[in-house]
């Protein structure tokens, strides 16, 4: 840690925060991070617990079929050749491509009467990211975005949304560049021009040359914008303070096994350790589950790590004091057809699917909502998008009728008229 | 004030207000546009009780001019020439200069491209629009009268990329709703959508007057007429028959199909007549691969003629009210795409006679912004205490960050990249593509919408990680030609190199201090050069440089 730390940027951090006080919002800027202890897991959980809540979305990128995960119809003729397996709550199956998911399912509330209004990836995508279709006059920010704002430090080291190797284009929407989503490659590389490149003597006196033109200007100028412009800077700098924490390398050797020996396992540890970090919101991504054709090859191909590293995840979570404080979202943007078509496939379907909660603000242990024997149609319990999305901010902790402003246009965080589903919520 | 110059500041503003707190007289219709926008202007301030700012510096205002009208900063050249001029008139000799420019054109045109269409459009059959980009710069060039622009818009005559213009309307398809709900906020400054689901709650409007007025578009159909490439050319035609069908809120029930509702212009008692269609007509589909033929009557026709009507109470409010904001930070009514009839206009008197006189000239653009830009107001220097990036009563310049485009070709005039190997030919991109230089998508991605939903600035993280670490260096040229080489090879004294680089960058001569700093920070030079590019980069990547003040 020591080797990314100048002193500069020690000193731009203290010039930040009396920059805050001075304006007035550093009471507002929530609890300052103790960033000399990234490592020191106890000490964060006790932290944590005073924090806003935190959020992971484990997205499954072109829809995961509930049939052969959480909704499964053994022995109808929608039901395919999986087989199911017992599960930790008693009575309940899920499919065997999950036998460690099985055994965790006294931490989560699955969801199977998901019932949404958009068919095809992208409107699927852009629903399931933000609970709105889209529209030619408005930019829907993320839920990453908004979890950033509303649960987000102003001052942390660390982006407040990070992506790892997920999808999803609307970002930070009208929210605006300061919640945009901080992405990084599928390989768990940091983002372009996230390194400094350049000797970091020669970065600290150009930025000092820099400091002094701001200055300058600032004595000049004293629109808000000038401020806001070094600030972004400053959090730019810090950002290289706390890069050690996206160096899993040595952590991971230890943890293979928890997680699983997959790249999705080690993304699902990098986004434990971002948590532990205080961002209060990662997406990780896995791609592949739009199987039109082959879709039991191919669910079971994609199926096992994922199950590995997801309740790898939890248990970790669990272990360390953090899922009490973390809402672990699993889903992707549609489920998969009741029929099963000529190439052995699934195509999309909307009216009955399934997501999976747990953690922070919902219940351990509940199957939510019912489909019918073939999985048609929703029998009971309804969840539309809105609500989805109503009762997913209500379990971090926001408000979901708050309105944010598109121009003039006030748009609350779930579409009006979302009703919270309370039986979920702890 | 806090100021050095505290004192003498204070005297020019308290001279200045001595010589305006002058009783205001009635506006006389035919005073020129920018002799009423100062007297209003000033009247606020003496209403208000403010102090204005000093009138800006000269490097101050070639600034601000520059990139306002053309969308870049001035070359090392251009700034020197204004500096140095001492004539009286140089201001507006410069205004009308840069009117006449090309690149005013292609400013005017990023500017509109951006209202109509927008940096990032869901919809992937008008991301790429070069067609509509040159439709814009075509009607700069010709200085098109507003309400003929607005009529081309909206006709969409021709296809999306021979032509252009369709592009505005085929971004909606075919969802007539959509379209009101833009053309309404954007041409007229009235924002209906509230009235979609129920009647607005503050202000006029009822679900009748929304899906009255979205009966005028409901009959467009987007044809593909062509392909250029992979890419298709859509026109947007417009059928004889085909009705919006509406229920009101209260109404609605599960199953129940809504009522056609007739065409009718906002706030109007009565829907606009339409001749009955021959009982047995049937309507015809539109072949692909052939421009759409005009219906015997056209609603939207209809619709264009009431919009850009002289006397349609909100086309050239609503136009003034945009345009003035434009250079001036904010609308007399802001946003300046909600006018509500229950907002109170900052200036009434100024916002009437800015309309009238608009439609007066014929809805001459050019005309109206060199007006704005000759005013006093509009040239006030940009220091002071106000916090607010555009003050209410605009008694300093407002301060704008610069758009993807603006920075990016402002940091090759900077640093002289395009004399230097753009036009040497060294830059292959340079001859296809205006962005070149650096990725031009990184620069959208980063610099490409920097503002919140209500249209405030917003720092971002991942611009500055760019600044600090992305590809800048490319740009700091060191080849001949350009500014490092400039700079390096000359004989001048310490302090003249210095002149050059602030000029060059910053369109202004150093102050005292930033001569002594710079003098010092280039002087520990170890490696050649090495320091002159860290001071550019410094330079480039400031406030100074990354807004428009």
């Known amino acids: 840690m020591q080797g990314f730390c100048s002193p500069r940027e020690h000193m731009s951090r203290r010039l930040l925060l009396k920059g805050l006080t001075f304006a007035g919002v550093g009471a507002a800027a929530g609890p300052v991070m103790n960033w000399g202890n990234l490592v020191d897991a106890p000490a964060f959980a006790a932290q944590a617990k005073k924090k806003s809540k935190q959020c992971i979305l484990l997205w499954m990128n072109g829809g995961a079929s509930q049939f052969e995960t959480f909704d499964m119809k053994v022995g109808r003729p929608t039901g395919g050749p999986n087989r199911e397996i017992k599960t930790n709550l008693p009575g309940y199956h899920v499919c065997e491509l999950l036998p460690k998911m099985a055994q965790q399912m006294d931490k989560v509330t699955v969801i199977r009467s998901m019932h949404t209004s958009e068919i095809d990836h992208p409107g699927g995508i852009h629903l399931m990211h933000t609970g709105y279709s889209k529209s030619a006059t408005v930019r829907f920010p993320e839920i990453g975005a908004i979890v950033a704002k509303y649960n987000g430090s102003e001052d942390a080291n660390l982006p407040q949304f990070i992506k790892i190797s997920s999808n999803g284009d609307s970002g930070s929407g009208f929210l605006g560049p300061r919640y945009a989503p901080f992405s990084m490659g599928h390989d768990g590389n940091l983002p372009t021009f996230a390194a400094r490149s350049i000797d970091v003597k020669v970065d600290d006196r150009r930025q000092e040359l820099r400091d002094f033109l701001e200055e300058n200007y600032a004595k000049r100028h004293a629109a808000e914008t000038s401020r806001q412009h070094r600030e972004a800077n400053a959090a730019a700098l810090r950002l290289q303070q706390a890069r050690d924490v996206f160096k899993v390398d040595d952590e991971w050797k230890k943890n293979k096994e928890l997680y699983g020996d997959s790249l999705f396992g080690k993304q699902c540890m990098l986004a434990r350790r971002l948590i532990e970090s205080g961002v209060p919101f990662v997406e990780v991504g896995q791609s592949g589950y739009d199987t039109h054709a082959d879709n039991f090859t191919g669910h079971k191909g994609l199926l096992p790590p994922m199950d590995h590293a997801w309740a790898g995840l939890l248990t970790d979570l669990q272990q360390r004091g953090l899922l009490d404080n973390t809402l672990v979202i699993w889903m992707g943007e549609i489920g998969r057809t009741p029929s099963i078509n000529n190439r052995d496939g699934r195509d999309h379907y909307v009216k009955a699917w399934t997501t999976v909660l747990a953690g922070a603000g919902v219940k351990r242990g509940l199957i939510y909502g019912e489909t019918d024997a073939d999985g048609i149609d929703v029998k009971s319990n309804p969840v539309t998008e809105g609500d989805y999305f109503a009762t997913i901010y209500s379990a971090l902790g926001i408000n979901y009728a708050d309105e944010n402003y598109a121009g003039v246009r006030p748009i609350p965080l779930a579409p009006f008229k979302s009703k919270v589903v309370k039986e979920i919520l702890a | ?549």
């Open chain 2, 1 to 549: 004030m806090r100021f050095d110059r505290g004192n003498t500041s204070f005297v020019l503003v308290a001279a200045l207000l001595l010589q305006w707190a002058v009783a205001l007289p009635a506006i006389a219709a035919d005073s020129p546009l920018r002799q009423i926008i100062d007297e209003q202007v000033r009247a606020a301030w003496q209403k208000q009780k403010i102090q204005p700012a000093t009138p800006s510096e000269d490097g101050e205002f070639l600034r601000r001019i520059y990139l306002d009208l053309t969308g870049v900063i001035p070359t090392y050249e251009q700034a020197r020439a204004f500096l140095d001029d001492a004539s009286a008139d140089k201001r507006s000799k410069l205004i009308d200069q840069l009117l006449g420019d090309p690149l005013y054109a292609r400013h005017q045109a990023d500017v509109w491209d951006q209202i109509l269409v927008g940096r990032n459009p869901p919809e992937d059959r008008v991301r790429k629009r070069e067609g509509f980009q040159r439709f814009l710069r075509e009607q700069f060039e010709k200085n098109t009268p507003y309400d003929k622009l607005v009529g081309q818009l909206l006709r969409a005559e021709g296809n999306t990329v021979d032509d252009g213009a369709p592009v505005y309307l085929v971004q909606f398809e075919r969802k007539a709703e959509d379209a009101i709900e833009s053309v309404t906020q954007t041409f007229l400054g009235v924002q209906l959508q509230c009235a979609r689901c129920h009647d607005h709650p503050y202000e006029p409007w009822t679900q009748v007057d929304f899906y009255g007025m979205a009966a005028f578009l409901t009959r467009l159909e987007l044809v593909t007429v062509g392909k250029d490439g992979q890419q298709s050319k859509l026109a947007m035609g417009e059928k004889n028959s085909g009705e919006l069908n509406f229920t009101p809120a209260k109404q609605q029930l599960p199953g129940k199909k809504g009522m056609p509702i007739a065409p009718k212009f906002l706030a109007a008692t009565q829907p606009v007549g339409e001749p009955e269609l021959p009982k047995d007509f049937k309507e015809a589909k539109f072949p692909e691969n052939q421009p759409p033929v005009k219906p015997q009557f056209s609603r939207r026709e209809k619709l264009i003629e009431w919009i850009v009507a002289r006397d349609n109470p909100y086309f050239a409010r609503a136009a003034v009210n945009r345009i003035w904001a434009q250079f001036m930070g904010r609308g007399f009514i802001h946003p300046v795409d909600d006018m509500k009839k229950s907002d109170k206009p900052s200036h009434p008197a100024l916002l009437d006679a800015m309309a009238m006189q608009f439609a007066a000239h014929d809805f001459d653009m050019k005309w109206l912004i060199r007006e704005i830009v000759s005013s006093q107001a509009y040239q006030l220097s940009g220091t002071g205490s106000v916090k607010d990036a555009a003050p209410l009563w605009y008694e300093r310049a407002r301060v704008r960050p610069l758009s993807a485009e603006e920075m990016l070709e402002s940091w090759r005039i900077a640093t002289g990249y395009d004399d230097a190997i753009a036009k040497t030919g060294k830059d292959k991109d340079a001859a296809k593509n205006r962005f070149h230089g650096v990725g031009w998508d990184y620069v959208v991605r980063f610099f490409g919408s920097s503002v919140t939903g209500e249209g405030d600035f917003q720092g971002g993280l991942q611009e500055h990680l760019y600044l600090n670490n992305g590809e800048l260096g490319r740009l700091i040229t060191s080849e001949k030609g350009g500014l490092i080489d400039a700079i390096a090879q000359s004989q001048d004294t310490m302090e003249a190199k210095i002149d050059r680089l602030f000029v060059s960058l910053l369109s202004r001569l150093p102050r005292e201090e930033e001569r002594t700093k710079f003098a010092e920070y280039l002087a520990g030079d170890e490696k050649k050069n090495e320091r002159l590019k860290e001071a550019i980069w410094a330079m480039m990547t400031c406030s100074e440089f990354r807004f428009n003040h």
